[in-house]
């Protein structure tokens, strides 16, 4: 399994504002991928984050409301910008790891950010 | 349609019955499938995969694949209300990219 944190881990914003979600594993992975679930909805993958290179966006997702840094293999922002409330959702990170007896790697998640845009 | 399907419910059986959940997948080439565990307020989290037509076995859990009709399944015998929850299948398609179902809700009666 992988440890990973997310900070914050809730928060209440203003419509028009912007709020960075840092997540942060315990080991270094090539990508980190981050992950919308709203309300009664099932995850959509909303960009791949390799370091070193531009993160690559989900079809519907765009650079200008979602930037995302990458600074190094253990680390990685999303930048939620110019709020609307229908950018209220929870917000995972999760990375790949190897998994016994699997033909892949599996998806491990942070404990998501809560979003609420009032 | 969908890349991953399952029923939304909500499931709801009594303690100690066996509750069954269904997932079917569009991609043929997939050769693993994940089943995800998330409770209320909290992230998902493993709980079996399998990638071998026929059952897998885990404690109390199940994981059936019958590639054929593209449909996997888990099986939670003894339940219990602990294991209230939603439970998400992940099938990752032959671009290695993961997608998940919408999940199934699950209510263990006490």
């Known amino acids: 399994s992988a440890v990973i944190s997310q900070k914050p881990s809730r928060d209440i914003c203003q419509r028009g504002t912007s709020l960075t979600i840092q997540c942060q594993v315990d080991?270094?992975?090539?990508?980190m991928f981050w992950y919308r679930q709203q309300p009664g909805q099932s995850l959509t993958l909303i960009a791949t984050?390799?370091?070193?290179?531009?993160?690559?966006?989900e079809s519907g997702f765009v650079i200008d409301k979602f930037p995302i840094s990458r600074p190094n293999l253990t680390f990685s922002t999303l930048t939620v910008s110019n709020m609307s409330p229908e950018d209220s959702s929870i917000y995972l990170c999760?990375?790949?790891?190897?998994?016994?007896?699997?033909?892949?790697?599996?998806?491990?998640f942070g404990p998501g950010t809560r979003l609420l845009v009032l | 349609q969908k890349e991953v399907e399952q029923n939304s419910g909500p499931l709801s059986v009594p303690e100690g019955a066996i509750a069954s959940l269904n997932c079917t997948y569009s991609?043929?080439?997939?050769?693993?499938f994940f089943w995800y565990r998330q409770y209320s307020g909290k992230s998902p989290e493993l709980i079996m995969f399998i990638y071998s037509n026929g059952d897998k076995e885990d404690g109390r859990f199940t994981a059936q694949l019958n590639k054929a009709s593209q449909y996997v399944s888990l099986l939670i015998r003894d339940s219990q209300p602990s294991d209230s929850a939603t439970y998400l299948c992940a099938v990752p398609n032959t671009g290695n990219q993961f997608y998940f179902g919408t999940g199934t809700s699950l209510t263990v009666i006490p």
């Open positions: 080991s270094q992975v090539t990508m």
């Open positions: 999760s990375v790949e790891r190897s998994l016994r007896g699997a033909a892949r790697e599996t998806q491990y």
């Open positions: 984050a390799n370091q070193g290179s531009e993160a690559t966006y």
């Open positions: 991609d043929r080439g997939s050769q693993s």
